[in-house]
T-cell receptor, first 116, second 110 residues
């Protein structure tokens, strides 16, 4: 149980393109979803936290107009990287949780984004 | 930020127990202790979490110190598939986020 599906698993696109990444909780309701970014040989960096039906809360230094997050249902959140540039190339990972931090987070398998 | 301290790396032999330590001296009374692990090019995988009492599940055991300022993740019999980066994290509250540190890289020798 507690499966989180993230799609696509990898994407290569030209600079200036916008890219949408989907995160779905398949067998539970995700009251809260998180988006992380991970550069090679580094730890996960939290980008934003989103609660279903509410605006996302972004971490300091993360541009909300650059990284658009939508959490319209209890099973789906999307991250759109707008006008992507090579410096946005990274490994993006979502996670979902049903309840507070007394509950575990379940992670997707990540999306490898490469901007040419 | 909720910070934990872990050794950078640890080596173990296959089929032997592994004890991964973590210090979290700034933990509050309502913070849960979580452990996740990550294989290369994959998202993290939930391992175990607890508040005060020791916890056991099919993957591991979590031993929490009485003062809750430290904990130990125990893998009872390490396998090659257990080689990963293990993250110890704590957080509390309804909307609390989990902040990942550098984790500990576990290597398992055949």
């Amino acid at each position: 149980g507690a499966v989180v599906s993230q799609h696509p698993s990898w994407v290569i696109c030209k600079s200036g393109t916008s890219v949408k990444i989907e995160c779905r909780s398949l067998d539970f309701q995700a009251t809260t979803m998180f988006w992380y970014r991970q550069f090679p040989k580094q730890s996960l960096m939290l980008m934003a936290t989103s609660n279903e039906g509410s605006k996302a809360t972004y971490e300091q230094g993360v541009e909300k107009d650059k990284f658009l997050i939508n959490h319209a249902s209890l099973t789906l959140s999307t991250l759109t990287v707008t006008s992507a540039h090579p410096e946005d190339s990274s490994f993006y990972i979502c996670s979902a949780r049903n309840g507070g931090s007394n509950q575990p987070q379940h992670f997707g398998d990540g999306t490898r984004l490469s901007i040419l | 930020d909720a910070k934990t301290t872990q050794p950078n790396s640890m080596e173990s032999n296959e089929e032997e127990p592994v004890h991964l330590p973590c210090n979290h001296s700034t933990i509050s009374g309502t913070d849960y202790i979580h452990w996740y692990r990550q294989l290369p090019s994959q998202g993290p995988e939930y391992v175990i979490h607890g508040l005060t009492s020791n916890v056991n599940n099919r993957m591991a055991s979590l031993a929490i110190a009485e003062d809750r300022k430290s904990s130990t993740l125990i893998l009872h019999r390490a396998t090659l598939r257990d080689a990963a980066v293990y993250y110890c994290i704590f957080g509390g509250g309804a909307n609390s986020k989990l902040t990942f540190g550098k984790g500990i890289t576990l290597s398992v020798r055949p």
